[in-house]
């Protein structure tokens, strides 16, 4: 089977480069955070507000993947932090060398927690490790109570989920209680946040748990699937 | 460049066995869509109301795509059609000889029109053909008015997007006109129907046009491309 060993070979060269990475920012104390999601589940309006509250407070850089336009960085520097622009131009994920290569363009002395905003995509961006500290799945309360069964991987790899557009819940119809029960049943260590980024609810806890996790008051073994 | 000459291999041999499939249903005068979308953007929603409003007049058959779990496949087989569950298993998208394989499943004899509802995914199911005679993609009303833009190729291998979720418009930041143009400028042949699977508003237009595709009272040139 050629295709797949050549495919496991590609994700071997990956995590070669991903552990390069780690090194890296780990040496600068930078924490990293490689944040998923499908399209359109506010990604990147909870990078707006997020990087909005921490101004002054943490050095916030973001690497920003998408298949196509700077729509997004423009948003992202507009909002006041240190962003670096990453198209795929039709690749489905982001990979270690593309980190590898943006983080070149990334003043490191000046941050102190990093985002990665990776593709919108529920499946491939899982199988990818970018040299992160942790993953963040975010979900919105408008695209179903059924995605952990559905898309279990990304569930398993990933240590925080946010649930986001909460102020539509009156709108749909939307099993909260269910999504956290089936996110929780593929992975007991899940931390969750609840949120909108519409109205703000929320984002307050969210914000204390990302200064914590800068500062290093969070240990990474919590991260890996062991108790903390 | 392996990499790419082998992806390239695949995606020939993906060819040649789409365009079995379409011989194979031609000639017994079904008609086929492919439908896409990102996660829960209301495709299987989409055809549980379709087939409730088509039954008795349509035979319909559904192929349902999954990475995992035959959820989607119970709610379309509840609403009264022939259906088959592909479950990838991690795969990101549907490829031609999963459906070769589910084909041997459907009563053929029973159905004039067949839905294959590929992965919930806007990147990979734009590059894979599946045999089908068009291809519709779903974009919501919650995902964000940038999508069109973002995600290029999917809008321009389609020949039909389905604007959904329209009761949500109230309680959301999303630039209809803004959305249209966009999926217009990259792909002017685009027919649109906006709708809400909510209220049914839209639906009859849907279903109409849906019945004129499967009595192929529309001429499939329109959807090469060309002008019909």
Same mark, same amino acid.
């Given at each position: 089977?050629?295709?797949?060993?050549? $495919?496991?070979? #590609?994700? /071997?060269?990956?995590?070669?480069?991903?552990?390069?990475?780690?090194? !890296? +920012?780990?040496?600068?104390? %930078?924490?990293?955070?490689?944040?998923?999601?499908?399209?359109?589940?506010?990604?990147?309006?909870?990078?707006?507000?997020?990087?909005?509250?921490?101004?002054?407070?943490?050095?916030?850089?973001?690497?920003?993947?998408?298949?196509?336009?700077?729509?997004?960085?423009?948003?992202?520097?507009?909002?006041?932090?240190?962003?670096?622009?990453?198209?795929?131009?039709?690749?489905?994920?982001?990979? $270690?060398?593309? #980190?590898? /290569?943006?983080?070149?363009?990334?003043?490191?002395?000046?941050?102190? !927690? +990093?985002?990665?905003?990776? %593709?919108?995509?529920?499946?491939?961006?899982?199988?990818?490790?970018?040299?992160?500290?942790?993953?963040?799945?975010?979900?919105?309360?408008?695209?179903?109570?059924?995605?952990?069964?559905?898309?279990?991987?990304?569930?398993?790899?990933?240590?925080?989920?946010?649930?986001?557009?909460?102020?539509?819940?009156?709108?749909?119809?939307?099993?909260?209680?269910?999504?956290?029960?089936?996110?929780? $049943?593929?992975?007991?260590?899940?931390?969750?946040?609840?949120?909108?980024?519409?109205?703000?609810?929320? +984002?307050?806890?969210?914000?204390?748990?990302?200064?914590?996790?800068?500062?290093?008051?969070?240990?990474?073994?919590?991260?890996?699937?062991?108790?903390?």
């Amino acid at each position: 089977m050629p295709k797949v060993t050549i $495919a496991q070979n #590609i994700l /071997a060269v990956n995590d070669t480069v991903a552990e390069e990475i780690q090194q !890296l +920012l780990a040496g600068r104390g %930078i924490r990293t955070i490689n944040i998923m999601s499908s399209p359109g589940a506010g990604k990147t309006t909870l990078l707006e507000r997020t990087i909005e509250r921490l101004r002054g407070q943490l050095g916030i850089g973001v690497i920003e993947g998408d298949v196509e336009t700077t729509a997004d960085a423009e948003r992202i520097e507009a909002a006041g932090a240190e962003t670096v622009q990453i198209n795929t131009r039709g690749a489905c994920h982001l990979e $270690a060398h593309m #980190i590898r /290569a943006a983080l070149s363009e990334i003043d490191l002395a000046r941050i102190s !927690l +990093l985002f990665i905003e990776n %593709i919108g995509n529920l499946v491939c961006p899982a199988a990818w490790n970018l040299g992160e500290d942790t993953r963040v799945v975010v979900v919105s309360t408008t695209e179903g109570d059924d995605k952990p069964a559905k898309y279990p991987q990304m569930f398993a790899v990933s240590q925080v989920m946010v649930v986001n557009k909460l102020d539509l819940l009156p709108y749909v119809d939307y099993n909260l209680e269910k999504v956290k029960r089936q996110a929780l $049943a593929i992975n007991p260590h899940l931390r969750i946040f609840e949120l909108s980024c519409r109205t703000g609810e929320g +984002l307050d806890r969210w914000c204390e748990w990302l200064v914590e996790f800068a500062d290093g008051m969070i240990p990474l073994r919590s991260f890996s699937g062991e108790e903390a």
